[in-house]
């Protein structure tokens, strides 16, 4: 046999098999646990030591199994618990995915995948049921019931590498201990500790640590893999089988390295040839392996980074298992009966759901509807009750899916009760209530005359400084000796400032105008500054972004580029109109609409140049608010039972026709076009079999449209 070399682990990148490896970062656990290493001086030597055991053990295990001391074959079964992270996006999987992973990766380990026919015929024979079974645990380390799938709201799904949040598993009473469990993290990103998400260039998939890395029990003894690659989809799965390959000490076929095709290596293992690896590439085995010859390589192999992974070695599976047997990180421990029988993994019992819910966006306005949907794991909901206060009324109580309508102002509270036969759970979450009220309703300007440095802002401006911020410049503006700025200099790489308007009322301005002037240089023509103009109808619930220029497109017309610090003159300002662009088209109809400025700093650099804001104006085209007036068009009682009038005054005969309708733009109540004798009119309208809640009056008078909001209480 040749010589078992101790190696480091290299994280699998996962889905290497079909991308570019210019999207790919295949090297983040070598950095990982070089990070270990140099934080801990001790981390390495211990490392080491239990290396060199687990190849002591292996050979004896090897000799064991020649010798044919060990009897019958053991069926080592793993308890499995997910972690997963999440923010309510796509990366909260479902457990049914979870389940298809577990049921690829047991295939991989059991020889009973779709694929082994198509197995090189060298390799084929090699390739061994490695009875290593992989099981969900049901029961959590408090012994009550699970289905050994969690679901958890926290910011870490963006992992951060050099700041990892294991909170899940280690030894502390109540943790997920990784002698006990196989610890899965599933999120949405991995971000190398040398960059931050955003700048990684590339995409992390995978990581884990071999035996020994860190001491036994803590809870960095686990796997984090990247949501998108947990699916049903069998060469997804191959990337977790690989990562527990890592984690039962099997390093790459092609050695301590995470550049396969460039030089020979050995991971130690006799059936696996040298091999300088291959990356998303699927050579024929016959094509050569100049590594030992121009004899075969094992391109299949899952420990290599090819696109075609399909099987282990027999000598792979001994590793493993040599690995399981030994105390080592406690992976003895894993597959003992008093641990099977501790984590339940045979146990079939139902658990109770454990309750969760969340709302689109956790800021409403008063009067408005939030969209709350239970999103409960652990067991199947048989009922649901939906609870709130500040006169929080629901559309349906007892709906998974539902809308929440609140009247009074205030941080508020949502619970919701999930039950089934086995038992019930609450989950309650708070909801910021702003008022309803839009500040603008009629034409309005802000140049930021009466601001002060510091900055004193208008009435019902919010500024949302992260470091040095936005303040008041007044060395001279669009018009004016005042804008707000951002003083780039001051700005570190990545940081964000943000600058919230007042809420204007589009809805009864119909035809209403959004525009700003800014001015911007570019520090060097490599940054890449960015302005997001974004708008919110539902009180800063949730934003959408509207105009995005970033780079030499924010500052050309403007400032071009400056290495000195930008002081603009007024012909520097641009003039940008906000509501022609089409992603602003349906706010143009709604009645409380807040925009903010959001400027982020270059990611790469920071501390660039200056950024100038000025001249925010609302204005109304004449004819329409006049228009409104001079017929008293209004509407009364507002809010009401579902019954009330529309009130209008008409000098001449006039053709009349209008529309009620829902939240969503669903007409639901229509009146055709008719003619109306000039004087005071009066149309009454009965929505009382109408749900309650915010309808919309469309009225139209000779082609000229005109909006109510309308309140049904």
Known sequence: MKKFYLFLVFGFVGQLFSQNQNQIIPCVTYEAMEQVFKSDPKARIRYEEEQEKLRIATIQYEESLKNKKMGAAVQYTIPVVFHILHTNGTENISDANCIAALANINNDYARTGSDTGTISPLFKALYINCDIKFMLAHKDPYGNCTSGINHYYNTSTDWNQSAPNYAYSGTAPGKWDPTKYLNIYVVRSICPSSATCSTSGGVIVGYTYKPGTWTTGAAQDAFVIRSGWVSGNMVDSRTLSHEIGHWLNLSHTFGNTNNPGVTCGDDGIADTPKTKGYFSTCPSSSSGNTCVGNGQANVENIMDYSSCPKNFTQGQTTVMQAALNSSVSGRNNLWSGANLIATGVNDNSTCKPIAYGYPMSFTVCTGSSLTVKDQSYNAPVASWLWTGTGGATFANPSASVTTVTFTTVGVQTVSL????????????????????????????????????????????????????????????????????????????????????????????????????????????????DKLIVQASSNCGGTWTNIYQPAGSALSSGSGGVMSSTFYPTPTQFKLYTLTTNPAFNSFKTQPNVRIRFVFNEDATSGYGNNFYLDDINFSIPTGINELTQSISFNVVPNPNNGNFDINFTLSNTAQIKYQITDLLGKAVYHAPMQNYSAGENKINIDITSFPTGIYFLQFEMNGQKMARKIIKE
């Not at 900055?455 to 400084?465: G, I, S, Y």
């Open 417 to 528: 009760t999930a039950s089934n036969p086995t038992g019930s759970s609450v989950y309650t979450f708070t909801v910021k209530v702003v008022g309803g009220t839009p500040n603008i309703t009629g034409a309005y300007i802000e140049s930021f005359e009466t601001s002060t440095p510091g900055p004193t802002l208008p009435p019902n401006w919010t500024a949302l400084n992260t470091v040095n911020g936005w303040d008041v410049y007044t060395g001279g503006g669009a018009t004016g000796n005042n804008a707000m700025y951002i003083n780039g200099s001051m700005e570190p790489a990545g940081t964000v400032e943000t600058l919230e308007t007042p809420s204007y009322d589009f809805l009864n301005n119909s035809g209403a105008i959004f525009t700003f002037k800014y001015a911007y240089a570019q520090k060097t023509s490599s940054y890449s």
